[in-house]
């Protein structure tokens, strides 16, 4: 099993920065890859980062890139998103994922294993 604790979501204006932090524990050996989605009220969970824990390679969705910054410490099992120039359309309640799945780094929500229990970020105008 793997328990993962985000952290670090809050209240901002448009054009702020934020980083939130998910921090992994227990059978951190299985993770493949670690993806945050996000939730707004009303709308489906979508993707949103992601990052290979082995390789560091990094994804996004075309909303966030260029904005968003993923990135992993893995002495501290700790997988990080650097939210930029935020926007209204960036409220949400913001999840980390962690994926089995060797090869694979998925955007689907359903190929994730673990989740952790959601941090709100919300963006005022």
């Known amino acids: 099993q793997v328990q993962l604790v985000e952290s670090g979501g809050g209240l901002v204006q448009a054009g702020d920065s934020l980083r939130m932090s998910c921090a992994a524990s227990g059978r951190t050996d299985s993770i493949y890859a670690v993806s945050w989605f996000r939730q707004a009220p009303g709308k489906e969970r979508e993707f949103v980062s992601a990052i290979s824990w082995g390789t560091g390679n990094t994804y996004y969705a075309d909303s966030v890139k260029g904005r968003f910054t993923i990135s992993r410490d893995n002495a501290k099992n700790t997988v990080y998103l650097q939210l930029g120039s935020l926007k209204p359309e960036d409220t949400a309640v913001y999840y980390c994922?962690?994926?089995?799945?060797?090869?694979?780094?998925?955007?689907?929500?359903?190929?994730?294993?673990?989740w952790g229990q959601g941090t709100q970020v919300t963006v005022s105008s």
């Open positions: 994922a962690a994926s089995k799945q060797n090869g694979v780094v998925s955007e689907g929500a359903l190929d994730y294993d673990y």
